[in-house]
């Protein structure tokens, strides 16, 4: 997903007027008198900007402050926003999805992104290559979400199964805790989800567990290791609606189905199973 048509032009309206800004105090554009002109430089005359204007960001809080592009209020709080840029010595492109892009941090603790495009998706301008994908980029706040700044360099990098592995992983963890960042600004907090467990569900869950335990007597060696794996079952479903924040109990419990389990396979070979 993109920002819209008008707000990916108000970034750049923003942006540029920044990066001239920037190039004018720092003196890296001798020959540069215009915004207009500074558009039409080089990607590695603009390159140089970017990277001065990331290193000393006293110049971002000096341009909102006196403001010389005339800006609205609203404009000049976007662009001192952007002081709070990251700015990882790369990032991953783990995952397009629908709503954004997935961008996990280089540095650690690793962090997980929700990321716009701007005119076209981040697919495109990263030339559809394969992901996991390496990229050099910059992430920035802008309306409660958060975009790149514009320039996008991806690493022709392969990944073996390990690696992709493993950000799969730091990706389903940040997924399953909500812990995937969606904005930069202070201001605006995701809504934190309560997880309610329905009384209906947890009479049932309890019921089962209950009538689990009345499997006493059984038939066979196997039936009594499968009746063991039951019981042990339903505990942990009772656990899950009763306690779900109880972690370690949770762990211990499945730690017990996964014994139960290794004992049934040893019983089923006692009785000539894999023979």
Not at 84 to 106: G, Q, V, W
Not at 197 to 218: F, T
């Amino acid at each position: 997903m993109n920002l819209s048509h008008e707000d990916a032009k108000l970034f750049f309206k923003l942006m540029w007027q920044l990066r001239f800004y920037v190039g004018q105090q720092l003196k890296l554009l001798p020959k540069i008198n215009s915004v207009e002109e500074y558009i039409e430089t080089p990607i590695e005359q603009k390159h140089k900007v970017r990277e001065a204007m990331y290193q000393k960001r006293h110049l971002i809080e000096k341009f909102s402050d006196e403001n010389p592009a005339k800006f609205s209020a609203e404009e000049i709080e976007i662009v001192r926003g952007w002081t709070k840029a990251i700015t990882d010595e790369y990032f991953c492109i783990f995952r397009y999805l629908k709503r954004h892009a997935i961008f996990m941090s280089s540095s650690e603790p690793v962090q997980v992104y929700a990321v716009l495009g701007l005119f076209e998706p981040i697919e495109h301008v990263a030339g559809y290559q394969p992901t996991p994908l390496l990229v050099r980029a910059v992430l920035l706040p802008f309306k409660g979400c958060i975009i790149y700044d514009g320039m996008l360099a991806p690493y022709p990098i392969m990944f073996g199964s390990g690696i992709r592995g493993s950000y799969n992983e730091t990706y389903m963890r940040a997924k399953q805790r909500g812990a995937i960042i969606e904005s930069l600004d202070p201001q605006v907090v995701a809504p934190v989800e309560i997880k309610k467990i329905s009384s209906e569900l947890q009479s049932v869950v309890n019921a089962v567990a209950e009538l689990s335990e009345k499997l006493r007597k059984a038939d066979s060696k196997v039936q009594s290791q499968a009746f063991s794996i039951l019981k042990q079952s339903a505990r942990l479903a009772q656990l899950t609606v009763n306690d779900p924040d109880n972690l370690d109990e949770l762990y211990k419990s499945g730690k017990r189905i996964y014994k139960a389990t290794l004992q049934f396979e040893k019983v089923l070979e006692r009785e000539g199973w894999g023979e």
